[in-house]
C-alpha cells in the first residue's frame, strides 16, 4: 500500500475521532474532504481488516470504530510466518514473523501482489509456483531455502485455500522453521548408517540369539561363511545347525537336559547349506539385565577349519607342519607340560609370534608364562587356566605383555594334545588390537544412536522385524508410565498395551505388516512413500485427560536395503488442537452474533429479537439451555421479573421459568445470581460448588455447569444471559466467555433500541397531534440527505401542492418554490444557522402551484445529536397575510 492510500485510510479513521459514534458514507466523505466512491472504495477494506463495523439500520449504512480485537493480532504470536492471500494473490494479510523477515509494515504491503514482493527472489520459485497452483479445497507443502547474513535457513511452507468469516475465499500460508529438525533427522541416518557399515564390515560372523536358543540376527558375513543368507537362520534353534558329536559338550550333564548356551564350545562344527561341516571358533558373551537376569547372547564364530586341517596334516608331515607354523597369519605358541599350565615351558614358536610380542626367537623360549601375563590379569588367568584344564581346551581373551613394557589385545584358542607322548598346549593367539577397535566403535555408535533417541524431546520406539521393541526413550517413559526395562524385548503388541492399555495393532505394525486394516484403526492417514502419518484424539495414557498426537511411522534400512525394523514418533499437539477448536467455536459464536444483529433490525418486538439471538447463540456454543433472566424492581422480593429460554433438548423457544429464576431476593446463603446483580461482572461455576440453595434447585434439573453474563443498560444491570450445561462440567474458554459478553452487549443494545423505539413512538404520536393544530408547515430536513419531511397536513392549503405530489417526488422541499430573487438569501440564513448553531428567523416569497406570489415568514433551528454534530433542521413556515 503506497503513502496515498494510507493517508486516505487514515482520513478515513480520524473522521470518528470528532465526537461522532457512526457515520453514513456521505458523513465520512464530508468530514474527510474525499469522494464519496473513493471513501466507499476504502471502507470495504478498513471493514475487512476489521478497523471498522458496518451495520444496516432500514435501508441505509452506518460505520463504528470496530471494539473487537481481531483474531490475526493472537497469530502474531506466533514464531512461525503466517500470510493470508486474496484469491487474486494479493496481501490482504501477514504477522509480525513475515514482517520482520521482509523488513516492512503490514501498511506497507497490504493489497500488493506477490510479484511486487518478489517472493521468488527470497523463497524461490517453486514456492510461488505452488501457490499459484492451489485450487479451491487444496493444501499443498513446498520446502524453501532462505539465505540471510550469511546464513541458510530451511522454512517448509504450507499453502491452505479456506474460507473465512462471512465466507470470504483466502489462501492460507504458514511458514515453519525446520533447519534443527532436517539436521537432528540426517544425524539419526548418518549415526544409523555408520553402526550398520561398521557392524557388517566384520568379516567374521556375528550371531544374537535369545534364551531358548531361537537365532534373532545373523550379520551378512553368514552367506560368506555358510551359504545360508541371514533371514534363512533367523527364527531357528542354533542347535539344529551343530555336529551331533559337538553338541553334547555344551548340554548340562545329560542328553535329554536343555543347552546351557552359555557354554557354547570353544570351536565345534557347523552344517553349511550345501550340507558340509565347518570348523567355527567363538566367542559368546551373555547380555545382561540390570537385575542380572539373561536377556540374550552375542557371539563372534571365525571359520577355522581351514587351520584345523593344516593341523591335521601337520602331524603326519614334520616339514609341511614347519611351513605351516611359519606360514600362519596368527601367532602359535607350542607348550610342553610340566606339572600345569603354570608351569609349562615354551618349546616353539613362529615368527609372527616374535613380531606380536617383540622378543626374539631365543629369548622367548627363556620366558615364562608369568613373564607375558600383566599381574593385574593374574585371578582371571587363574580362572582361565582352571577351565582350561577341566575342558582339555579354551578360548579366551587377554592382554600380553610385550618386551617394552605394552600391552597387546590378544584372542588364543588352546587346546591340549598329546605329541610324542608328551602332553602338549598348542595356543592359536591372534592380535585383536583392530577388532578392540571395530568393536568400540559400534559401541560408540550404539550409545550414540540410544543417546540421540533418549533425549528427543518427542516420544520415541522402535520395533524389530518381528514386531519386538528395540528402543524405548525417556519422553515415552514420561507418556505412558512404563519404564524401559519393562518394555525392550517385548513383543506381541506390547506397546500398545503401554500406551492403549490393550493388545492391538500400531501404526508401526502397518509398515511390517503392510495390514490395510491398521489403517482403519486412524482418522485421514497420509502415506508418503514408505512412511504414513496420522492425527489421532485419544485418552492420556496416564492422566487419562483427552489428547490429541501426531504419529509418524517409519522404516529402519540396512545397507542392503532391507527393513530391519520400525520407528514410530508422537508428538503432543494438544495445545494446537485445543487452539483450533477454541477458534472454531469463536467464530461460530462470532457468526452467530453477527446472524443475531441482522435479525435484531428486523425484528418487530423485543421478545422477537431476544429470541432470535438465544437460538443463534445456543446452537453456535453447543449448551443445553440459553435463558435470559429480566432483573426484577427492588421492591420485588423475587430477583427475576420475567424468563425467556433456548432449550437444545426439547428446540422450545419461549417464556419459562428456568431454576435460577426460583431463588428469591436476600436468602440466607445469597444466591448465585445475586452475585451477578451485585458484583456486575461475569460468573461461571461448577454447580458443586454453588452454594447449597442454588445446588438444591439446579441439581435436580441435571445441570452441571452455569455461566451467568451481565446485561447492561447505560450504568444498570438490566439482567443476565445464562448458559446451563447439562451434558458435563463443561469448562468455558476465555475466547468464548469474551465473545458471549460480546453477545450480551448485542442484546443489551437491542434493548435499548425497542425502549427507546417506544419512547420515539409515543413522542412522535404526540408531536403529530400538537404539529396538525399549528397554523402553517411544521417541517424537519435531514442533512445526510437533504429531504424534507413534514409533520403536518397545511402544505396543499400554503403552496397548493398535495401530500400526493411530495410522496411522488415532485417536489423534495421548499426551495423550487421561492422566489429567485429571495432564494439565495435563504439558502445563506440556514447555513449561518448550521454552523452557529444558533435559531434563525426569515421572510421571503414562494410562486405556489397556481403561479400566485405569496410571502412567507420562516422560523427554525438546528438540531445536533449526541456528539454536538448537527443532522437536522426544524422548523415552521407561516404565510404573511396582507392586512
Known amino acids: 500500500m503506497d503513502s496515498g492510500s494510507s493517508k486516505i485510510n487514515q482520513d478515513i479513521l480520524d473522521t470518528f475521532t470528532r465526537g461522532k459514534k457512526s457515520l453514513s458514507i456521505s458523513d465520512i466523505s464530508r468530514l474527510s474532504g474525499h469522494h464519496r466512491h473513493t471513501v466507499a472504495r476504502y471502507l470495504d477494506n478498513l471493514v475487512s481488516s476489521g478497523r471498522l463495523e458496518m451495520r444496516r439500520h432500514g435501508q441505509k449504512k452506518k460505520y463504528y470504530l470496530s471494539d473487537i480485537q481481531p483474531e490475526s493480532s493472537i497469530l502474531n504470536f506466533s514464531p512461525h510466518m503466517l500470510i493470508i492471500l486474496n484469491m487474486d494473490l494479493t496481501i490482504r494479510w501477514a504477522n509480525d514473523s513475515f514482517l520482520r523477515m521482509m523488513n516492512t509494515t503490514i501498511e506497507a504491503i497490504s493489497n500488493l501482489g506477490i510479484e511486487a514482493l518478489h517472493l521468488d527472489s527470497l523463497f524461490g520459485p517453486d514456492l510461488v509456483a505452488a501457490i499459484r497452483m492451489v485450487r479451491p479445497g487444496e493444501t499443498r507443502s513446498e520446502e524453501a531455502r532462505i539465505v540471510s547474513d550469511e546464513k541458510e535457513t530451511l522454512y517448509l511452507f504450507t499453502i491452505s485455500s479456506v474460507s473465512f468469516f462471512q465466507e470470504r475465499p483466502a489462501l492460507v500460508i504458514t511458514g515453519e522453521d525446520i533447519t534443527e529438525k532436517k539436521a537432528l533427522q540426517d544425524a539419526i541416518r548418518r549415526s544409523e548408517s555408520n553402526l550398520r557399515l561398521i557392524t557388517e564390515s566384520v568379516h567374521d560372523m556375528i550371531i544374537r540369539w535369545e534364551r531358548d536358543g531361537t537365532i534373532s540376527y545373523v550379520s551378512p558375513a553368514c552367506e560368506l561363511l555358510t551359504g545360508y543368507v541371514s533371514q534363512e537362520l533367523m527364527g531357528k534353534i542354533i542347535s539344529e545347525f551343530i555336529h551331533p558329536e559337538d553338541l553334547p559338550r555344551f548340554q548340562n550333564g545329560n542328553e535329554g537336559e536343555s543347552v546351557n548356551w552359555s557354554r557354547l564350545p570353544s570351536s565345534f562344527r557347523f552344517r553349511t547349506q550345501k550340507g558340509k561341516w565347518i570348523w567355527f571358533e567363538t566367542t559368546t558373551t551373555p547380555r545382561l539385565s540390570e537385575t542380572g537376569d539373561i536377556l540374550d547372547y552375542i557371539s563372534v564364530w571365525r571359520d577355522i577349519t581351514a587351520w584345523l586341517e593344516a593341523e591335521t596334516k601337520l602331524a603326519l608331515s614334520e616339514e609341511k607342519y614347519r611351513r605351516l607354523f611359519e606360514g600362519a597369519k596368527d601367532a602359535i605358541i607350542l607348550m610342553e607340560l610340566t606339572e600345569n599350565l603354570k608351569h609349562a615351558r615354551f618349546r616353539e614358536v613362529n615368527n609372527l609370534t616374535c613380531q606380536l610380542t617383540g622378543y626374539t626367537y631365543q629369548e622367548f623360549l627363556t620366558l615364562s608364562l608369568s613373564d607375558i601375563i600383566p599381574k593385574s590379569m593374574k585371578d582371571y588367568f587363574d580362572e582361565v587356566i582352571r577351565k582350561f584344564m577341566d575342558n582339555e581346551q579354551g578360548f579366551f581373551e587377554i592382554d600380553l605383555v610385550r618386551k617394552d613394557g605394552t600391552l597387546v589385545p590378544v584372542e588364543v ?138 504419529i509418524k511411522a517409519a522404516p529402519i534400512y540396512n545397507l542392503t536395503g532391507d527393513i530391519i525394523g520400525v520407528i514410530e514418533t508422537l508428538r503432543d499437539i494438544s495445545d494446537r488442537k485445543i487452539m483450533e477448536l477454541e477458534i472454531r467455536k469463536q467464530n461460530a459464536i462470532f457468526e452467530a452474533l453477527s446472524r443475531a444483529a441482522s435479525d435484531i433490525l428486523q425484528s418487530s418486538t423485543f421478545e422477537d429479537a431476544a429470541l432470535r439471538t438465544l437460538g443463534l447463540i445456543g446452537e453456535a456454543t453447543s449448551v443445553s439451555r440459553v435463558c435470559l433472566l429480566e432483573k426484577a424492581p427492588a421492591s420485588s422480593l423475587q430477583l427475576i421479573k420475567s424468563e425467556l429460554e433456548w432449550n437444545a433438548k426439547t428446540g422450545i423457544v419461549g417464556r419459562t421459568r428456568s431454576p435460577l429464576s426460583m431463588r428469591q431476593k436476600h436468602e440466607q446463603d445469597g444466591s448465585v445470581i445475586e452475585d451477578v446483580f451485585t458484583q456486575e461482572k461475569t460468573i461461571y461455576s461448577l454447580v458443586r460448588d454453588l452454594r447449597e440453595g442454588d445446588r438444591r434447585i439446579l441439581e435436580p434439573e441435571g445441570v452441571k455447569s452455569v455461566l451467568l453474563v451481565p446485561i447492561k443498560i447505560k450504568n444498570d444491570i438490566w439482567g443476565v444471559v445464562g448458559f446451563l450445561e447439562s451434558n458435563g462440567e463443561r469448562i468455558w474458554s476465555r475466547k468464548e466467555i469474551n465473545a458471549l459478553e460480546i453477545g450480551s452487549s448485542l442484546i443489551g443494545s437491542a434493548l435499548m433500541r425497542f425502549k427507546a423505539g417506544e419512547r420515539l413512538e409515543k413522542s412522535e404520536k404526540q408531536f403529530r397531534t400538537l404539529a396538525q393544530n399549528i397554523p402553517g408547515i411544521v417541517f424537519r430536513v435531514s442533512l445526510a440527505g437533504s429531504d424534507m419531511e413534514f409533520y403536518n397536513d397545511h402544505l396543499e392549503s400554503v403552496t397548493g401542492y398535495s401530500a400526493k405530489e411530495l410522496a411522488s417526488g415532485q417536489i423534495t422541499s421548499l426551495i423550487p418554490l421561492i422566489f429567485p430573487d429571495d432564494k439565495q438569501r435563504v439558502v445563506q440564513a440556514k447555513k449561518e444557522s448550521i454552523k452557529t448553531g444558533e435559531p434563525y428567523e426569515i421572510e421571503y416569497r414562494i410562486i405556489d402551484k397556481f403561479g400566485h406570489i405569496r410571502v412567507m415568514s420562516e422560523r427554525g433551528r438546528p438540531v445536533a445529536d449526541e456528539t454536538g454534530l448537527v443532522v437536522s433542521i426544524d422548523g415552521i413556515i407561516q404565510e404573511i397575510k396582507p392586512e
Open 413 to 550: 584358542n588352546a587346546h591340549l594334545f598329546s605329541l610324542q607322548g608328551k602332553p602338549v598346549v598348542l595356543a592359536i593367539t591372534r592380535d585383536i588390537t583392530e577388532r578392540r577397535k571395530n568393536e568400540a566403535a559400534i559401541r560408540e555408535a550404539h550409545q550414540r544412536l540410544e543417546d540421540i533417541l533418549e533425549f528427543l524431546p518427542d516420544p520415541v520406539f522402535v520395533l524389530d522385524t518381528e514386531g519386538k521393541a528395540t528402543a524405548w526413550n525417556r519422553a515415552m517413559e514420561e507418556l505412558t508410565g512404563t519404564k524401559k526395562e519393562d518394555i525392550i524385548g517385548k513383543g506381541d503388541y506390547a506397546c500398545a498395551v503401554a500406551f492403549y492399555h490393550q493388545n492391538r495393532p500400531v501404526l508401526a505394525d502397518y509398515i511390517l505388516h503392510r495390514d490395510e486394516t491398521v489403517l482403519l484403526r486412524y482418522n485421514n492417514p497420509v502415506i508418503d512413500g514408505d512412511r504414513v502419518t496420522v492425527d489421532v484424539q485419544t485418552l492420556h495414557p496416564v492422566t487419562k485427560n483427552r489428547i490429541w498426537l501426531w
